[in-house]
C-alpha cells in the first residue's frame, strides 16, 4: 500500500560553475516577457544598466539556445556574438561608465518553463509557470547563472487577458490592448537570477495582511474556495513569528503563494512568489495527513536565508537549506506543539544515523551533500549551535550575519564568524565536529533531546532496557501511564503492538484521539484479531490514510460485508492524489454483485486516470492498481509511453521502469510496438532505443 510521502526536503545542492564578470555591476534590468502557448515560446526584452567598476573589453549575459532580433548599446547596433550558452558584446568599456544594453530576443525553453495542458481541450487546467533552481533562468531570459550577480528586476508580462499572472514585485499597473493584457510588476532591490519567476492560469487570490503590514496574496483555483483555508492555514502566524523570531523585517515589498499543476518539487522560494505544488491543496480532513504548513514556513524563510543573504557558490549551501529546514521547525514548534518538534529532530536524527552507518555520512560543507546532509544535518547544527551559544547572542549573531550581508551574499565562515562575534566564543570546535565532519555526535544529541523533551528521554530509557531485557520483559503499561505524549504513545504502538496489554489498546480504540488511533490501524496487521465493530469505528476518522487503511482491511477481513464498507465510503475521493478513490474503484470492480451494471463505469475511471489531464501523482496511483489488479489496455500504454518523457523527474523515472517492466513481457512487447506510430517522436524513440 502506498503512503503518502512527505516532501521534508527537495533541493539539491547546485553547484553553479559560471564564469564572474567582476568589472561590472549589472544594477537594474527591465524584462519584458511574452509567451506563446501555442508554440512553447518565449518572445522578451530586456534592458540591461550596467556600471564599468574596471576597464573591459567585453560583457556577456548567460542566454540558452536563444535567438536575437535585436541588440543596442546606449541605442547603436551592436554587433554580438551568441555561443547558444551566452551573448557577449566586445567594446572597450570605460571605468566609472554606466551603459544600457537592449535585447530583443525569442526562446523555446526546454526547461524552466512549463507550459501545462494547453494542447487539451480543457481551458481550465492551462497553465504556464518557472521553476529555477538549478534549472537556470537564462533558458527564458538572458541572465546570470551566477548567484552573486544580483540585479533589481522589473518585469512585465503579456498575455491572454482571461487569466491571471503572478510574478516576482509589486503588480503597479495592467493594460489592456484587445485580447492581451499587460501585467507590469515593480521591484525595489537586487536579487539572483535564479528567483526570478512568473506563474499564468486561472486563479482568485486571498488577501492577508501581516501584523508588519506586509500584504500577503495566497492564490487558489476557483474550484477550491472551500480548500483556502485548510490549505492556508496557520500563513498569518507562520509570517509573523519568523519575522519575529528572525529579527530583521521581511526584506520584500509583498509576498504571494501560487499553487501550480505538476510542480518538480514541493514549493520553491522565488523572491516574493513562492510556487509550490498544488498536490498541498486539500481540504481539512486531509490536514492531519499532509498539510502545507512546513513547506509554507520553509519557503518563507528562505525569503531572508538564500534570498536577501545568497551562498556565494554551492559550497555554503548549509546558509540556504540548514536554516529554511530549521526555521521550518520552529514555526510548526509555535503552531504543533514542543512535543511536535523534538520528536521531529528525534526522526531526522534516526535518519542520519542510519545513513552514517551505511557509510553514506557527509560534510554540510561539501557542495554535492545529500538533501538529508543539507536539510536535516543543516538543522540540527543550528538548534545545536543555539543551545550552545544561548538564545540571545544566537539572535544577536543572525541579525547582525542578515544585516550586514542583506541583498548580497556570503559564506559559511562569514556566517560563523557573525556568531563568533555576538557570542564572544570560539566555535571553531562547532565547525569541526557540525560542519566538516562526515559523522555526527550521536550521544550529545540524544542527550541534549532527552534534556529538553521528558518523553524522548523516557523512549530512550525504555531503549536501554530493551537492549538489555528483551521486549518481554518491559513494563509497558508504566512506559504508556508515565506520559501524555501522543508521540511515545504513537511509537510504542508502532513498535510492540504484540507486547502492549489488551486494555491499552482497548483505550485507544475507544479514544478520540486521531493520531494514535491511525497509528493502531496503520500496525493491525488482520482486522480480525480485534472486535468488528471496533476497527468499522476507523471508517468514521478524519483522516484519509485512516480511511484507506480501514477500508481495504476491513474488506480483505469480512468479504460478507463489503457492500456495506464500499456504500459507507462512495464518492470519498481523499487527497489530491486520489488515494481513497483509487482504492475504492477497484475494490469496487472486485467485489461481486456489488453494483454489476457499474463494473464497467468504474474500470473505466479507474482507467482513464492514467491521462495526462490527471496530476502525475493520481496517474502513478492508477498505473500501479491497474498493474496489481487488471492490466493494461492501449490508452494506459499510451499514456505511459507520455510519462516517459515527463518533465518530473520522479514520475518519468517511475515511467521508465514500468515501461521497461511491460517491455520484458512478449504480449505487452508485442502490443507496444504495434502502438509507436501513434505516438510522439520523442516517446517513440525512447521505446525504439530499449526495444533494440
Ligand atoms: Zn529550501
New binding site residues.
Given amino acids: 500500500m502506498k503512503r503518502i510521502i512527505t516532501f521534508l526536503f527537495l533541493?539539491q545542492g547546485i553547484c553553479l560553475l559560471a564564469q564572474r564578470q567582476d568589472k561590472v555591476n549589472f544594477r537594474h534590468g527591465e524584462v519584458r516577457i511574452m509567451p506563446l502557448a501555442n508554440t512553447g515560446h518565449v518572445k522578451g526584452f530586456v534592458a540591461y544598466t550596467f556600471d564599468v567598476l574596471q576597464d573591459v573589453d567585453s560583457v556577456f549575459m548567460d542566454a540558452r539556445n536563444m535567438k536575437f532580433t535585436s541588440v543596442r548599446l546606449d541605442d547603436r547596433i551592436m554587433k554580438y556574438s551568441n555561443s547558444g550558452k551566452t551573448i557577449s558584446i566586445k567594446k572597450k568599456f570605460k571605468r566609472g561608465k554606466s551603459y544600457t544594453l537592449e535585447l530583443d530576443y525569442t526562446a523555446r525553453p526546454k526547461q524552466t518553463v512549463y507550459f501545462m495542458n494547453w494542447s487539451d481541450d480543457n481551458l481550465n487546467n492551462n497553465q504556464i509557470w518557472t521553476q529555477g533552481q538549478g534549472k537556470y533562468t537564462s533558458y527564458w531570459l538572458p541572465s546570470f547563472d551566477d548567484m552573486m550577480e544580483k540585479v533589481e528586476f522589473d518585469l512585465s508580462l503579456t498575455f491572454d487577458k482571461d487569466y491571471e499572472i503572478i510574478a516576482n514585485g509589486k503588480l503597479i499597473g495592467t493594460e489592456e490592448t484587445d485580447s492581451l493584457k499587460i501585467w507590469s510588476f515593480d521591484m525595489k532591490e537586487p536579487m539572483s537570477s535564479y528567483l526570478l519567476a512568473f506563474a499564468i492560469g486561472n486563479y482568485k487570490k486571498q488577501k492577508l495582511t501581516s501584523t508588519s503590514g506586509i500584504s500577503i496574496e495566497t492564490y487558489f483555483y476557483p474550484p477550491d474556495s472551500t480548500r483556502v483555508e485548510p490549505t492556508y492555514r496557520h500563513t498569518k502566524e507562520i509570517f509573523d513569528f519568523l519575522e519575529n523570531e528572525i529579527g530583521v523585517a521581511y526584506p520584500w515589498q509583498n509576498y504571494k503563494q501560487v499553487p501550480v499543476h505538476d510542480f518538480l518539487y514541493a514549493g520553491m522560494?522565488n523572491t516574493g512568489c513562492t510556487i509550490f505544488s498544488d498536490g498541498y491543496v486539500i481540504d481539512s480532513v486531509a490536514f492531519m495527513d499532509k498539510n502545507y504548513v512546513n513547506v509554507n514556513a520553509?519557503e518563507l524563510a528562505?525569503q531572508w536565508f538564500g534570498n536577501l543573504v545568497t551562498e556565494k557558490s554551492g559550497d555554503h549551501h548549509w546558509l540556504?537549506?540548514g536554516f529554511?529546514t530549521y526555521y521550518a521547525y520552529l514555526a510548526e514548534k509555535e503552531i504543533f506543539g514542543e512535543e511536535y518538534f523534538y520528536w521531529k529532530l528525534y526522526e531526522t536524527l534516526t535518519a542520519l544515523q542510519n545513513s552514517i552507518e551505511k557509510g553514506e555520512g557527509q560534510s554540510l560543507l561539501d557542495p554535492k551533500a545529500s538533501s538529508l546532509t543539507f536539510y536535516e544535518k543543516g538543522a540540527w547544527a543550528i538548534f545545536m549551535l543555539r543551545e550552545r551559544i544561548g538564545e540571545e547572542a544566537f539572535k544577536m549573531g543572525i541579525k547582525s550575519y542578515l544585516e550586514k550581508y542583506a541583498f548580497g551574499n556570503a559564506r559559511v565562515s562569514d556566517f560563523i564568524q557573525e556568531m563568533e562575534r555576538a557570542s564572544g566564543t570560539d566555535l571553531s570546535d562547532f565547525v569541526k565536529i557540525w560542519l566538516e565532519d562526515t559523522a555526527l555526535p550521536f550521544v550529545a544529541a540524544r542527550k541534549k533531546l532527552a534534556e529538553k523533551s521528558m518523553s524522548l528521554k523516557s523512549l530512550f530509557s525504555m531503549q536501554e532496557e530493551l537492549e538489555k531485557r528483551g521486549s518481554t520483559d518491559i513494563n509497558f503499561t508504566a512506559y504508556w501511564n508515565g506520559t501524555y505524549s501522543v508521540e511515545l504513545r504513537k511509537y510504542m504502538l508502532q513498535n510492540f503492538l504484540k507486547e502492549m496489554p489488551g486494555d491499552i489498546i482497548d483505550s485507544v480504540f475507544s479514544s478520540d484521539e486521531l493520531e494514535l488511533r491511525q497509528a493502531l490501524v496503520l500496525t493491525i496487521q488482520d482486522a480480525k484479531d480485534y472486535a468488528r465493530e471496533k476497527f468499522e469505528s476507523f471508517l468514521n476518522d478524519d483522516s484519509y490514510v485512516t480511511l484507506e487503511n480501514a477500508l481495504f482491511k476491513l474488506w480483505m477481513a469480512y468479504p460478507e460485508q463489503r457492500n456495506t464498507y464500499l456504500e459507507k465510503t462512495k464518492g470519498i475521493v481523499g487527497f489530491p492524489n486520489k488515494n481513497v478513490r483509487l482504492m475504492w474503484l477497484t475494490l469496487a470492480i472486485f467485489t461481486e454483485g456489488y453494483e454489476g451494471r457499474n463494473t464497467k463505469l468504474y474500470f473505466d475511471e479507474l482507467s482513464g486516470y492514467t491521462a495526462p489531464e490527471y496530476s502525475f501523482e493520481v496517474r502513478q496511483g492508477a498505473f500501479q492498481y491497474l498493474k496489481q489488479a487488471f492490466g493494461f489496455k492501449d490508452s494506459n500504454l499510451m499514456d505511459l509511453a507520455q510519462a516517459t518523457t515527463h518533465h518530473s523527474w520522479q514520475f518519468k523515472k517511475f515511467s521508465r521502469n514500468l515501461m521497461m517492466e511491460l517491455l520484458g513481457d512478449e504480449v505487452y512487447k508485442e502490443r507496444i510496438i504495434t502502438l509507436l506510430g501513434k505516438l510522439k517522436p520523442e516517446e517513440r524513440r525512447y521505446i525504439e532505443s530499449k526495444v533494440k
Fill in positions: 533541493f522560494e520553509h528562505h540556504h537549506e529554511a
